[in-house]
Each structure stands twice: as C-alpha cells, then as structure tokens.
C-alpha cells in the first residue's frame, strides 16, 4: 500500500522537530549533494549530512577520515538544493575531543555553512561537550548506539542494548544528553526493545536507524535505501529503489546507442 503525504512547505526548524514527538514519525536521511537534496526537498523533514559519505562517496573503508572541510563543503551543497528541511551537519572525529574543540568547530560550521544543527557521537561521556555547545547557541542532534566513529576502538561493528548493563547504560546515556540540552537523539544499532525504552524515557525525539519501529523517527543513508551502495546490505536497510542496477541498465543503453550510431537521432541535433 502506497501513502501519499504532503509535501513539505514551510522550513522546518528544531522547534517543529520537538513538536513532533508523539505527534507523527519524523522521517530524516542523508544527502551530500545539492542534486539529492533538491529531491529530498519537501518530502523529509530532516536532512543529516553523515560522515558516511566518507565510505560511500568517497570510498573510504569507515568515517573516521572525514575532515571539517569535506563536511562543511558537503553542507553548502544541500542548503543550495534544499530549502525545507532541517540540515544537520554530522561533525567528523576529533573535532569535539573536548568542549572547547567541539564550539571552536561549531562555531565555524555555523559562520561558513547554513547547517541549522550539528551532530555528535556519545552519550554520559560527551554530555559535557554537548551542554557547552547549547549553552552557548548551537543547536545539537547526539547519537547513541552503535557509533561508527568508535569502531576501531571497540573493534567493530556491534548491536548495543543486549545485556541489563548496557541496557541501562544506554538510558543513562539518552538522559545524559536530553538534560545537556540535545534536541534530538539518534540511536543506531540498538535492540528493539531498548530503543522503545529509550524513546519513553527522554522528551526529546529520537531517530532509529536499526533500532526497530519504536523511535519516534527514521534515519537511513539515501545510498543504502536507494540501492546504489551495493557492497554490503545490513539488515536494518530496505532498499526502496535498485538504484545501481537501474543505472546500469540505463548506461548500457547509452552505450550500445553510441557504438551502433542509434544516438543521437534528429531530435536531438541542432539543424
Ligand atoms: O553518517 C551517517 O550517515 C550517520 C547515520 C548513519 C545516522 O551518522
């Protein structure tokens, strides 16, 4: 069954985010690029530029390599393609290291790009930075879970929530967050139940990404839902379009009209 919403009209700011809770599932993806995110326009209300391009754009093997200026340059990108959603600039590892960092950094971001909000990995450990940065004006996504900029230090890729320490150490990190002032809360690679328990436990919104149907919001990486990342499928991506074959198959066409002169015909030549 296919819904059709409305689309998306007036800008969408931290407030309309915080009014939904409870109110309607927020739908939020990423984009790198002015092309995807004029797409995107209108029809989500949040967009996240992820240090994932690292991997799919850039084809880096994680995001640890991401730099500032890659993401402030990714930025400027959407703002130019979308006006509707909220656009929140993923800060990349080791610019908030600690809180002075971390508004020295933002503080850029905010004076160089339209980003309406940054992002930062950490729960109870990183509450800190994060009450720095609200104090002082900069309005913040956290996210907790899985986090991809850790990797190597916990050595992988794993799903959090699944024993009673974690569980809680999870909740303690939401509420971390929530009193330093976030206003948003992603929460990646967390069991279902935990992620439901989570969402109840704070005020602020919060965005699933592999953390089931529970959160009061959705996150996917536009190249995994559209099909044109296709190394590797985790489990929590459905793809809504085979983007990568469809290309090919598009490609493929082009390809043989050129080699046998079949392209480009009268209509598309100049007399
Ligand atoms: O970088 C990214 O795209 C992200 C999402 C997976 C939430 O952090």
Redesign the pocket.
């Known amino acids: 069954m296919s819904i059709h919403t409305p689309k998306i009209q007036k800008k969408v700011t931290v407030n309309t985010i915080s009014k939904l809770k409870g109110v309607e599932p927020i739908v939020?993806v990423?984009a790198y690029d002015a092309l995807f995110a004029s797409i995107f326009d209108g029809e989500v209300e949040m967009i996240?530029v992820?240090?994932?391009?690292?991997m799919s754009f850039l084809g880096e093997k994680d995001?640890l390599s991401a730099t500032l200026d890659q993401m402030i340059y990714h930025t400027k990108a959407v703002c130019n393609g979308a006006k509707s959603p909220l656009i929140i600039l993923?800060m990349p590892f080791g610019t908030y290291t600690d809180a002075k960092i971390a508004l020295i950094n933002a503080t850029r971001v905010y004076k160089e790009c339209c980003a309406d909000a940054i992002?930062i990995?950490g729960g109870k450990e990183r509450a800190d930075i994060v009450k720095h940065l609200t104090d002082n004006g900069i309005a913040v996504v956290s996210?907790i879970g899985l986090m991809?900029q850790f990797v190597r230090a916990e050595g992988g890729y794993r799903v959090r929530g699944k024993t009673k320490e974690d569980r809680q150490r999870l909740i303690e990190d939401a509420k971390a967050v929530e009193e330093a002032g976030a206003f948003a809360l992603?929460i990646?690679g967390v069991v279902t139940e935990v992620a439901k328990e989570i969402t109840q436990s704070v005020s602020i919104p919060t965005?699933g990404?592999g953390a089931g149907n529970s959160t009061d919001g959705q996150?996917?990486?536009w190249s995994d839902m559209l099909g044109f990342f296709t190394e590797f499928k985790p489990k929590f991506v459905k793809r809504y379009l085979e983007g990568a074959s469809l290309v090919k198959e598009a490609l493929s066409n082009y390809k043989n009209e050129v080699k046998s002169r079949t392209f480009p015909t009268n209509e598309h030549t100049y007399k």
């Open positions: 939020m990423t996240l992820g240090d994932s391009l690292n995001t993923d992002k990995e996210h991809p992603i990646e965005i990404i996150v996917l990486v």
